[in-house]
T-cell receptor, first 111, second 116 residues
Framework: GQQVMQIPQYQHVQEGEDFTTYCNSS?????IQWYKQRPGGHPVFLIQ?????EVKKQKRLTFQFGEAKKNSSLHITATQTTDVGTYFC???????????FGTGTRLQVFP | DTEVTQTPKHLVMGMTNKKSLKCEQH?????MYWYKQKAKKPPELMFV???????INESVPSRFSPECPNSSLLNLHLHALQPEDSALYLC???????????????FGPGTRLTVL
């Protein structure tokens, strides 16, 4: 079945450092979504990318969708302690349209 | 209103108990979902309701029984659960009427379930 993997699994950074998580799908995706889950919280939608090569920015967060629409990345510039949490990418299964979540990257930011 | 509410927040139950989880949304969404999430893992889809009809059941054991009384409400009835069913149970909704892969999903805060 379709698989969506993320690397790294876990990263800790000093506040102010940059952070990037990478998402790779075994199949082409019609879109990619990113969610953030704070410790003890629930997934919260961040953004959706649809076009090949698309880049979107939200303040310090930059999201990119690969040209082949099989990979994506999330880059955070100058991390803050409020960025702590697990970041999940998710894409639709091409046969059923079910949303398949990536394995997640857990970010820890030390002040 | 972009909120999905879930009750209860926490639930502890024995293996012989019967309990229900409740979820509500007032965004006019036509698809609602139950997910199960274990610690440090991504959410796993359990059920999808589309226009109040069960459209996807991810081979979930019959001790979990979903119900959609109307377009705003979703219940998950629990009976004879096992300790390994302890997890965070998340409800979500989206405008899309299929599996929800093309639309934003709005998640509720979840019910943290412990089965003794």
């Amino acid at each position: 079945g379709q698989q969506v993997m993320q690397i790294p699994q876990y990263q800790h950074v000093q506040e102010g450092e940059d952070f990037t998580t990478y998402c790779n799908s075994s199949t082409t995706l019609s879109n990619i979504q990113w969610y953030k889950q704070r410790p003890g919280g629930h997934p919260v939608f961040l953004i959706q990318l649809v076009k090949s090569g698309e880049v979107k920015k939200q303040k310090r967060l930059t999201f990119q969708f690969g040209e082949a629409k099989k990979n994506s990345s999330l880059h955070i510039t100058a991390t803050q302690t409020t960025d702590v949490g697990t970041y999940f990418c998710a894409g639709p299964d091409e046969d059923t349209d079910k949303l398949i979540f990536g394995t997640g990257t857990r970010l820890q930011v030390f002040p | 209103d972009t909120e999905v509410t879930q009750t209860p927040k926490h639930l502890v139950m024995g293996m012989t108990n019967k309990k229900s989880l409740k979820c509500e949304q007032h965004m006019g969404h036509r698809a609602m979902y139950w997910y199960k999430q274990k610690a440090k893992k991504p959410p796993e889809l359990m059920f999808v309701y589309s226009y109040e009809k069960l459209s996807i059941n991810e081979s979930v054991p019959s001790r979990f029984s979903p119900e959609c009384p109307n377009s705003s409400l979703l219940n998950l009835h629990l009976h004879a659960l096992q300790p390994e069913d302890s997890a965070l149970y998340l409800c979500a909704s989206s405008q899309d009427s299929r599996g929800g892969g093309s639309d934003t999903q709005y998640f509720g805060p979840g019910t943290r379930l412990t089965v003794l």
